[in-house]
Structure formats: C-alpha cells, structure tokens
C-alpha cells in the first residue's frame, strides 16, 4: 500500500477495519491505483432521466454489462449504478472490479420542485452482490431534505457495521433554490460539508461556479475575500468544506460536452486538489474507442 492510501485511510480512523478496507480496495484499483486519485463510472441515469435521453446516442450501452466492461477497459476505480444494472452484471464480473450500489434513485416522470429519491435497494442486496460501497443521493434545499437526511444516516449505520463505505452524491435542488444556485460556490461547499457531516466516506459534488446564491453567505465571502476564480480556486474552497480536505471528494462530469471543454475543468479539479472525477455520460454516451480514450487523458491528468 502506498504512502498516499496510508494517509487518505488515516482520516477514517474512527471507522471499522471492512470500511477502511473497502476504501483502500477502490484506491488501489485500476490505473490510478496507489495515487489517492479517483475515476469513477456511474450509470443511474437510465432510472433517473430515462433510458433513450441516457443510451438512444450508443446504444450498445442499453446492456448493463457493457459498462461493467468499459468501467474495466478504461482502469477506473469502480463502478456505480443502480440494483438493477449491478444485478445483471456482478456474476459474472464478480471480484473483477470494485462496485457500488446505489440505494436511492428519483425519475422524470413526475419531477417535483422539491425532489426527494426513493430507496430502491439495500444494504443486504450490497452485501448479496459483493459490493465495495454504498452510494445514497441527498438534495440540500429540497423540502424534503430532513427525510433524506435521516435516510442516509440510518442506512450509513447500517452500510458501515457490516464495513461498507459509503458514497453520497449531494446535489443542491429544491424550490429554496435558484437553478443558478445549484451549482454556486456558497451551496456547493454548504452541500459538501452537509455530507460530511452525515458521515459521508466519499463526497459527490457538482463543480462549482463563480455565483454566490445566499446573501448571508455573501458577506462571509466578501469579508473573508474568498476568491471565486478560476474554477481551480473553487474546487480548493469545497475541498476546504470537507473538512480542511480530509474527507474524499469527487466531482461530476455533468452533460456530455467536447473533450476540450471536460479536459480544462478536470485540470482545474486536479488543480484544485480534487479527488478525482466521476463520469457518466461523457464516458456511455461515446462510441467505446472514444471514450476509453477520453478516459485514459483523465486518468493521465490525474496521474500527474
């Protein structure tokens, strides 16, 4: 084991022997093994946006196991999706590739201002496919966000006495909240520190951008002269939110955009001192050539 996983490890030491374990195993798998650095793949946008807005682009990934494949081919760390999609996938990829199961998922068809997901699996069912990790989602600014939050706690307790990690995705949304404010720096860092709080092992954020939604917030900002760019400076503030940096956090791809565009914001992360890159849709929704490609300069960059 590496210097760098001894001391990402060290910050958990309030955790069991199977939750330190478990982190370790992501951290030294795949091509970025050893560094402390993360890629991930994450395919729950065919329960949350629908299969055709998620697949109809590459339709080879309507198949669960083509993402378990292409999750191996590129070296990422692990592997994240839904019950069912690790189901049709995990015997014959057992042991393979590190996984995790996300327990909570929200659909389209009836979006709601103030989204709440449902629990769509468990512990046990993580356990039953040989998972390294939980992953439950929460919505900071929803109305329901105290539901959610007493959800992730339980099931944390839970994941966690039979050692499994636990991965939060935190995403700002709700009618509390301006669209802009979703993604600004003040609810980003809020949202970050929020999962941290709730014992997050892994944090998931979206990459922040200049705005400061709240006026409270503002002032901090302004007194403390926090700067808000370059994107690198901001990635650095939400790290600072996850307590001075010792919690993992992760960002999100987002939409498919250009390579040039996605490869400027993960050297920003990178610069900032981000943990790493979760990517979905810009992996899936490219021809595999591609996107194993793409990959391979994020893991690069990382790597540097």
Not at 28 to 35: F, I, P, Y
Not at 256 to 266: A, F, G, R, Y
Not at 272 to 296: C, D, H, M, T, V
């Amino acid at each position: 084991m590496t210097k760098r996983v001894r001391e990402i490890l060290s910050w958990y030491d309030s955790e069991n022997a199977g939750v330190r374990s478990n982190l370790a195993r992501m951290m030294n798998h795949g091509k970025l093994a050893g560094t402390g650095k993360f890629v991930i793949l994450p395919v729950d946008q065919g329960f949350e946006h629908g299969p055709a807005r998620s697949f109809a682009v590459n339709p080879p990934a309507y198949d669960p196991r083509y993402h378990f494949q292409l999750a191996l081919d590129a070296g990422c760390n692990a592997y994240a999706a839904p019950l069912g999609f690790i189901e049709a996938g995990a015997a014959e990829y057992a042991g393979e590739i590190p996984l995790i199961l996300k327990l909570n998922n929200h659909a389209l068809l009836h979006d709601e201002k103030d989204p709440v997901s449902s629990v769509t699996a468990s512990v046990k069912d993580a356990l039953r496919l040989g998972c390294a990790a939980v992953g439950f989602t929460i919505y900071p600014g929803s109305a329901g966000e105290k539901t959610m939050y007493q959800e992730l706690r339980e099931i944390a307790a839970e994941a966690k006495a039979h050692g499994l990690a636990v991965v939060v995705w935190s995403y700002p949304r709700g009618s509390s909240l301006s669209k802009q404010g979703e993604t600004a720096l003040d609810v980003v860092a809020y949202a970050a520190q929020i999962a941290a709080q709730l014992g997050a092992n892994v944090i998931k954020v979206k990459p922040p951008t200049a705005y400061i939604e709240q006026p409270e917030a503002k002032k901090a900002y302004d007194s403390a002269k926090v700067p808000l760019e370059p994107l690198s400076a901001r990635i650095k503030h939400v790290i600072q939110a996850a307590f001075d940096g010792r919690r993992i956090v992760i960002f999100s791809g987002g939409p498919k955009e250009s390579d040039e565009q996605l490869l400027s914001d993960i050297r920003e992360i990178h610069a900032g001192g981000g943990f790493g890159s979760i990517i979905g849709r810009n992996s899936f929704q490219r021809p595999k050539e591609q996107a194993l490609k793409l990959l391979n300069t994020i893991m690069e960059i990382y790597r540097s």
